[in-house]
C-alpha cells in the first residue's frame, strides 16, 4: 500500500508541487525493476557484482538462465568454489561468448604447457580475464614470444602461473619492458635477460618507465654499471618495488652509518686523502658490495632492519664481526635472537618493545 502511495501520490511524502527529486527516483526504481530477470536474480544468488556487470552492458546479464547455469556449471566442475565464483563472473564475464568447447581448449592449452588443472584454477582466480582470452589470436603469440627467449614450456608455465596478468601484454609490449634491461647502460646478454624472467616474472608486468627510474636511481646513488647490472641478476624483483621505500631504506643506511659509499671516487674528488676515505670506511660496517651481494635487503620493512640492526649494534656485536645481510633478515625473530644476536628471545622481544623506530 505505501508503495503504491509513494507512486501515485508523491504530495503526500513531499509535499505540494512537483517534485524532479521523487520522480528520479521513481525512475530509478523502475529501472532496476526492469533489470530484475531470472538470470540478473541467479547472478545474484551467487554474490556477483550484477549492478557493476549491467552498467558494463555485459552480455551475461542479457542471456537466458539455463545458458548462464551451464557456464556456471563449466566453473564449478572445473574447480572454482563458491567464494570465488562471483569474482570470475563479475571480472571474467566476457569468457560466455565462447563455447564450452571453446573454453575446454583453451584449459587444455594450458595442461598441455604443463600446468596442472589446480594451478589453472588458481591462474583463473587471480586473472579471472584469461578465461575470456582467445587461445589462439592472444594468448599464442604471448607464449611464442616467450619461447623466442629460448624458455622451455616448464620454465613458461612457471613464469605464467607465478605471474598470469604478463598474458595481458602484448609480445610488443612484453618485449619493450624487457629491452631495457638491454640497454646502454646494463647491457644484460640473452641469458641474463632469460634468468632475470624466471626468477622474477612479475618483471613483464612492470612498466618500463618504472624499471628505468629503478635503474637511474642506483645508478644516481653510486652504483657503478657493473654493481647495477648484478645487483638486478641477483634480485629482479627490485624493480617491482616501492622507490620510495627504497630510498627510505638507503637514507636510513646512509644516515647511520651502516654502509660506506666511495663517493670521492665516483664523484672524481681526488683531492680527498686517501687517509680520509680509509676512516670513513673503518667507521661502517658494510660496503655497497654488500647490497650487491643481498639486494633483497630493500625488500624490506624499515622498521625491521632498524630494530635488528640496532639490537645487534647495543650487544657491540657488528664490532667484533661481519654478519652478512642474509643472516640477519632471512630469520625469524626467534632464530634471529638466538642464532645470529647469539642472545634469547625473550630480551629481544623486551627490545622491541621499548625501541622507538625513526621515520625517514
Known amino acids: 500500500m505505501w508503495l503504491l502511495t509513494f507512486i501515485k501520490r508523491p504530495r503526500l511524502l513531499y509535499g505540494g508541487g512537483f517534485n524532479h527529486q ?17 538470470t540478473t536474480q541467479f547472478l545474484y544468488s551467487l554474490g556477483v557484482d ?5 552498467l558494463q552492458k555485459a552480455p551475461i546479464t542479457y542471456e537466458n538462465l539455463e545458458n548462464v547455469q ?9 574447480g572454482i568454489d563458491n567464494d570465488s565464483l562471483s569474482i570470475v563472473l563479475t571480472k571474467g564475464h566476457r569468457f560466455i561468448l565462447a563455447e564450452i568447447p571453446e573454453l575446454e581448449k583453451r584449459i587444455n592449452f594450458f595442461s598441455d604447457l604443463g600446468l596442472t588443472r589446480e594451478q589453472i584454477v588458481t591462474m583463473i582466480i587471480t586473472f579471472p580475464k584469461l578465461i575470456a582470452m582467445n587461445t589462439t589470436k592472444n594468448i599464442l603469440s604471448r607464449i611464442d614470444y616467450l619461447r623466442s627467449l629460448t624458455l622451455t614450456d616448464n620454465e613458461i608455465a612457471s613464469i605464467i602461473f607465478s605471474n598470469p596478468t604478463s598474458l595481458n601484454y602484448s609480445p610488443s609490449k612484453l618485449k619493450e619492458r624487457l629491452n631495457i634491461f638491454q640497454s646502454t647502460h646494463l647491457q644484460l646478454n640473452h641469458q641474463q635477460l632469460r634468468k ?20 637511474l636511481w642506483l645508478k644516481s646513488n653510486y652504483f657503478d654499471q657493473d654493481q647495477t647490472q648484478q645487483v638486478l641478476l641477483n634480485y629482479p624483483c627490485l624493480v617491482t618495488l616501492d622507490l620510495a621505500d627504497i630510498d627510505s631504506i638507503w637514507k636510513w643506511m646512509n644516515d647511520s652509518n651502516l654502509v660506506f659509499i666511495n663517493k670521492y671516487q665516483v664523484k672524481h674528488r681526488r683531492s680527498q686523502s686517501l687517509l680520509q676515505q680509509l676512516t670513513d670506511k673503518l667507521e661502517t660496517p658494510y ?3 654488500d647490497i650487491v651481494e643481498y639486494p633483497k635487503i630493500f625488500s624490506q620493512p624499515l622498521q625491521k632492519l632498524q630494530i635488528r640492526f640496532a639490537y645487534l649494534n647495543s650487544l657491540k656485536i657488528l664490532d667484533a664481526k ?19 644476536a647469539d642472545s634469547d628471545y625473550q630480551s629481544y622481544q623486551q627490545f622491541m618493545a621499548n625501541y622507538e623506530t625513526k621515520p625517514y
Open 196 to 215: 632475470i624472467v624466471i626468477d622474477c616474472p612479475r618483471i613483464l608486468s612492470v612498466k618500463s618507465s618504472y624499471s628505468i627510474r629503478i635503474i
Open 50 to 54: 550484477v549492478e557493476k556487470l549491467l
Open 70 to 78: 551451464s557456464y556456471v556449471s563449466f566453473l564449478q566442475n572445473l
Open 322 to 340: 661481519i654478519i652478512p645481510f642474509k643472516d640477519i633478515i632471512e630469520y625469524d625473530d626467534e632464530l634471529f635472537a638466538n642464532k645470529v
Open 287 to 289: 660496503e655497497v658490495r
Open 22 to 38: 521523487w520522480l528520479a527516483i521513481r525512475n530509478h526504481y523502475f529501472n532496476k525493476l526492469r533489470r530484475i530477470t531470472p
